[in-house]
């Protein structure tokens, strides 16, 4: 089999304290390594040089898509990967992207971007406990992305922030595929740092919205005033991005979230679907599963969480929320197999090892409800100081049960 080459591409400031633990990750898997820096004071590009990169040097021009096209304009291998220098790849990761790059049908690959903070109160905040460089991580909050691609395909990056490969992708009849290798992101763990940078970057996308306005602009408009939490704002930034463009199915799946996190879970619904119209998606389908489950309206969750399931079978996120949908519905076996898949995806999976517990629980099946509670509470789920009261009800019953009498130490 011909080898096939990959070309790291990164866009660096200032990055000497990480840069090297990030290119040390996948180091073993790519063919050349590509640094464009926009301005580094400290010792980065000294950092780089030793570790092999090339390295380029780039006026920053307020657009992180215009570095980053500048990145992939020097590689040279047959497909890009592209990290930041606060990010590292773990070996299995390392491992699956060896396999990928001899698909000959998908031009991209989506990987789960986790972004380690202490910030519990996050949407969509995993409790997941990591250390990097002596900092401890109480969880993370995620986002997929398309970090793997093939090159001299004309794929370019867009957007001002959050920049994207996923349009030019799209728009080249490209395919995208979901996988399930995690990049864990340590540089947003500084609330007061992160605080900074999405300031920054609204000012960037206000700057871009004078400049241009375009239904693009006003989308990542939106998205930066739902980072501020100033929701208000990112409604009519949203709405006005669909006013230019009706079929802008990221404005609309962004509006949905910003109406679920409000709990305006019948326009949400509205927008989910509305999205749908436009482009399935895995992450919409999840979204609209999720908000049908929180009206009480358990066949359509059900129906919207399958949907997802076909499109991303490596979500574990899907089968937790499946899983409780299917416990609500009675079906405990069914819940309890789903749970299960999802916890081998991600074996810290805290609220599958809890929705795994209720459903073993209702079943009758206590010790083995009791050993997912306790994992649970291992891995500090939310709800942990309720869960050890059922935990000490369990006991008890297990040992006044007869069933129990052996086999079993309790408080073990």
Not at 149 to 155: E, I, M, P, W
Not at 187 to 207: M, P, Q, R
Not at 295 to 314: P, Q, R, T
């Amino acid at each position: 089999m011909a080898k096939t080459t990959i070309s790291l591409c990164m866009i660096t400031k200032n990055e000497e304290n990480y840069l090297e633990q990030c290119i040390d990750s996948v180091k073993d898997i790519v063919d050349e390594i590509i640094i464009v820096d926009t301005g580094s004071t400290d010792k980065t590009k000294e950092t780089a040089k030793k570790l092999g990169a090339k390295i380029f040097d780039f006026k920053w021009t307020d657009d992180f898509s215009a570095a980053r096209n500048e990145s992939i304009k020097h590689a040279t291998k047959d497909w890009i990967l592209v990290l930041d220098a606060d990010e590292v790849l773990d070996k299995e990761g390392s491992a699956s992207i060896k396999d990928l790059v001899f698909d000959k049908e998908t031009d991209g690959f989506l990987f789960l971007q986790k972004n380690y903070s202490n910030e519990t109160s996050v949407a969509g905040f995993v409790s997941e406990k990591n250390q990097n460089k002596g900092k401890d991580y109480s969880g993370w909050y995620g986002s997929h992305i398309v970090r793997l691609f093939k090159n001299h395909k004309g794929f370019k990056f867009e957007g001002v922030v959050h920049e994207l490969v996923e349009p030019s992708i799209e728009e080249k009849k490209g395919k995208i595929a979901a996988t399930n290798i995690a990049i864990n992101h340590y540089g947003n763990a500084d609330s007061g740092i992160v605080k900074k940078k999405k300031e920054f970057y609204l000012e960037l996308c206000k700057k871009k919205v004078n400049q241009k306005q375009d239904a693009s602009s006003y989308f990542e408009l939106g998205v930066l005033y739902k980072e501020n939490n100033n929701y208000t704002e990112a409604v009519k930034s949203f709405r006005k991005a669909i006013e230019l463009n009706p079929r802008h199915s990221m404005a609309l799946y962004e509006l949905g979230i910003v109406n679920e996190q409000q709990k305006n879970y019948d326009e949400a619904i509205k927008n989910y679907s509305e999205s749908l119209k436009v482009k399935e998606s895995s992450e919409v389908f999840q979204n609209l599963g999720v908000c049908y489950f929180r009206k009480g309206m358990l066949k359509e969750a059900y129906d919207n969480l399958l949907k997802a399931l076909e499109l991303n079978a490596n979500k574990y996120t899907i089968y937790n929320s499946l899983g409780a949908v299917l416990e609500k519905l009675g079906n405990l076996n069914k819940a309890a197999q789903v749970l299960e898949i999802g916890i081998k995806l991600n074996p810290r999976n805290t609220i599958g090892f809890y929705n795994l517990g209720i459903a073993l629980d209702k079943k009758g099946d206590y010790e083995n409800a009791l050993k997912n509670y306790e994992k649970a509470v291992e891995l500090s789920h939310k709800n942990k100081e309720e869960i050890k009261k059922r935990i000490a009800q369990l006991k008890a019953i297990i040992a006044n049960s007869p069933k129990y009498s052996y086999g079993f130490k309790v408080g073990g």
